[in-house]
């Protein structure tokens, strides 16, 4: 099993799926959103997953596909969905198998990034920001307890934040710079 995965974790709209992609081509390693990669697998959108199989449901496809990507040979970048961390099981998983970055974005920031989006399914609800609050609440410190870095995604441009990460990474001998 691969041991030197890259894992983005944070809220929804804290920029892991952007990030993930540029990280990837600066360390030429391949990608994965976790999201996407369950779409594909199964033939159908997070929502109707959500609207069929409820959360949990979802979240089983969730553990599913992290196991799967973890035991790919090549060492990847993995952009997990905001919830993963929700299960000890895929804490401790995500954790044993690599770097874990936090991208760590305000409550504001969430709100302004996550305004218009019509495909996340736990934002269909009339009061967007009592849902972020409320997710931020339980998942900052579970993203902060396992997080090897954190790096502010908030209002930087994604190759800033990618810049950021590289330098935590050379910082702590994870990886050379050229």
Excluded at 21 to 29: H, S, T, Y
Excluded at 93 to 102: C, D, K, L, N
Excluded at 108 to 126: G, N, S
């Amino acid at each position: 099993m691969a041991t030197d995965h890259f894992f983005l974790i944070g809220p929804m709209g804290a920029g892991k799926s952007t990030v993930g992609k540029q990280l990837a081509k600066a360390l030429n390693r391949p990608f994965f959103d976790i999201d996407d990669e369950i779409v594909e697998a199964c033939g159908a959108d997070i929502q109707w997953i959500f609207d069929v199989e409820g959360e949990e449901g979802f979240r089983a496809r969730e553990t599913s596909m992290l196991n799967k990507l973890i035991a790919e040979d090549a060492s990847s970048i993995i952009a997990t969905g905001g919830g993963i961390v929700m299960r000890k099981d895929n804490c401790s998983a995500i954790v044993t198998s690599g770097t874990v970055i936090y991208l760590m974005a305000s409550k504001a920031q969430l709100y302004e990034r996550t305004k218009r989006d019509k495909k996340r399914p736990l934002l269909q609800v009339q009061d967007r920001s009592a849902v972020i609050d409320k997710l931020f609440d339980e998942r900052h410190p579970v993203y902060e307890s396992i997080a090897d870095l954190v790096v502010t995604s908030g209002a930087s441009q994604s190759y800033t934040v990618v810049n950021d990460v590289l330098t935590q990474l050379a910082q702590k001998t994870i990886i050379e710079l050229p």
